[in-house]
């Protein structure tokens, strides 16, 4: 599994750009937990981690991609400027990776290719009956989440 990051905005250190821990990817699955309203890196063994490994800023211009192995402990600052912070991020999986249990990740679904003029036919652009997004409160990847706030 992979991700393609991709800056929408340019991604710098005042606007709290992705920082990655160096050779982390290296170091086999780290387990996630609750940190705050989030799932993140258990907050112990990555700061035996930072002990080790230097922390790369990855500055980013509009346009300019990154990609990362999907154990690459990685994370950016508040961005406290005056400017946005946009990206778009895109994770790559095998199809034989499913998760081993349930998860908020879908299982593989084989796409169903559909000719172009499936666009200009739609005639429910507003409803979303039968689309799928993760409701947070619905997660229960880690534990229990009722505490979201």
Known sequence: MGTA?????KCDEENGCLK??????RLGRIDHIRVGSQTGANVERVKMVE???PTVR???EAGDGLFFHCNLLHCSD????????WAFLIAYNRASNNPVTKHHHPMYTPLVKVPDS???ECKSLTDLNGKDFMNPYDDHT???TTSLT
């Open 51 to 53: 002990k080790v490994l």
């Open 118 to 120: 499936a666009i200009l």
């Open 142 to 144: 880690v534990g229990n």
């Open 20 to 25: 990655v821990l160096k050779g982390s990817h």
């Open 58 to 60: 990855v500055e980013l």
């Open 78 to 85: 508040q961005n406290c400027s005056d400017r946005r912070r």
């Open 5 to 9: 990051f991709i800056a929408i905005d």
